[in-house]
């Protein structure tokens, strides 16, 4: 389960990034 929540993280800041949505509470700089 842990895996599947680390992928879900990446793939949300892949998203965020690729759509540069200004949500900075979900950018942890990775």
């Avoid at 949300?12 to 900075?24: C, K, N, S, V, Y």
């Amino acid at each position: 389960m842990l895996a599947g929540a680390v992928e879900m993280l990446t793939t949300h800041q892949a998203f965020m990034r690729l759509t540069r949505h200004p949500a900075m509470l979900y950018d942890f700089n990775w």
